[in-house]
């Protein structure tokens, strides 16, 4: 039901180079897991405190592929960003399941 920071840390070491250690750091996705999760107020068995589920998942993949290639000026829209990332480094680790 949820994905814990090891597991999303784990995750993006698969995404071919999207962890570069200049534009994206692993202390960057632990940011975005932590802001993702800064307004929750109920914690269940469902949604744990440190954890994150479906929706905020989508967020952070979001949020890291505005970094990585829109606030970097390689991309001139965020919608760019969004999809060069997924083409580039997400979708090849997902497409394996």
């Known amino acids: ?9 784990e995750l993006f070491h ?13 202390s960057d ?3 975005q897991l932590i802001a993702v999760n800064g307004g929750k107020r109920i914690n269940n068995y469902l949604s744990p405190d440190k954890a994150i589920i ?7 993949l979001v949020r890291l592929s505005i970094d990585k290639y829109f606030k970097t000026k390689v991309c001139e829209t965020p919608s760019e960003a969004i999809e060069l990332a997924f ?3 997400f979708l090849p680790f997902f497409k394996t399941f």
């Open 1 to 9: 039901m949820s994905i814990g920071p090891g597991t999303m840390t």
């Open 14 to 26: 698969h995404c071919e180079n999207f962890i570069d250690g200049k534009v994206i750091k692993i």
């Open 29 to 31: 996705i632990d940011l």
């Open 54 to 60: 479906r929706s905020q998942f989508i967020e952070v």
């Open 87 to 89: 083409e580039t480094h």
